[in-house]
T-cell receptor, first 115, second 113 residues
């Protein structure tokens, strides 16, 4: 079974600075998807960014980018120019390409933005 | 707004009772997923339906059941409720293809007293 681990329960960053959230995963599969979801105080789950395992190029969405290291099974999220609205829980998630399409989530990292 | 709707937003009930949570997927999405978010278990996959058929099962208790109706809305039934069932229950939907994104509803907050 696949597992996802986020080793940083909490992180904080100064507004306008850059922060990196860590995620590692364990799988025997070669094809899969990785995601970062944001959960603000409203509790809504919002997709931030996705990465297909077969793509070597790291995904980027505006101020959000990932560092995908397939051999190391590492998938970190970098937030540049942090804004107060980025404050939230961030969840790393794994999904197989075949079989069940369920998302397997990490424990989450609570990100605080200091003004 | 993801386009996925869930009702009710909040539900408060007593131990031993039964409740039904409802989810309407985004227009055109055939797959519905149910997830449970609790303090001790985190976010866990419960069950998936695709076009009315059960597709995958996760850590869903026998006291819990779900179904997807012909109009593609889904219901999650929780019975013989225990204090530990208090959680946020999310529904997500996707088109159902291999690369389909899952879009989450706002969740139903269940409190069992």
């Amino acid at each position: 079974a696949q597992t996802v681990t986020q080793s940083q329960p909490e992180m904080s960053v100064q507004e306008a600075e850059t922060v990196t959230l860590s995620c590692t995963y364990d799988t025997s599969e070669s094809d899969y998807y990785l995601f970062w979801y944001k959960q603000p105080p409203s509790r809504q789950m919002i997709l931030v960014i996705r990465q297909e395992a077969y793509k070597q190029q790291n995904a980027t969405e505006n101020r959000f980018s990932v560092n995908f290291q397939k051999a190391a099974k590492s998938f970190s999220l970098k937030i540049s120019d942090s804004q107060l609205g980025d404050a939230a829980m961030y969840f790393c998630a794994y999904r197989s390409e075949q079989g069940a399409q369920k998302l397997v989530f990490g424990q989450g990292t609570r990100l605080t933005i200091n003004p | 707004d993801s386009g996925v709707t869930q009702t009710p937003k909040h539900l408060i009930t007593a131990t031993g009772q039964r409740v039904t949570l409802r989810c309407s997927p985004r227009s055109g999405d055939l797959s519905v997923y149910w997830y449970q978010q609790s303090l001790d278990q985190g976010l866990q996959f419960l069950i998936q339906y695709y076009n009315g058929e059960e597709r995958a099962k996760g850590n869903i208790l026998e006291r819990f059941s779900a179904q997807q109706f012909p109009d593609l809305h889904s219901e999650l039934n929780l019975s013989s409720l225990e204090l530990g069932d208090s959680a946020l229950y999310f529904c997500a939907s996707s088109v159902g293809g291999v690369g389909g994104e899952q879009f989450f509803g706002p969740g139903t907050r269940l409190t069992v007293l």
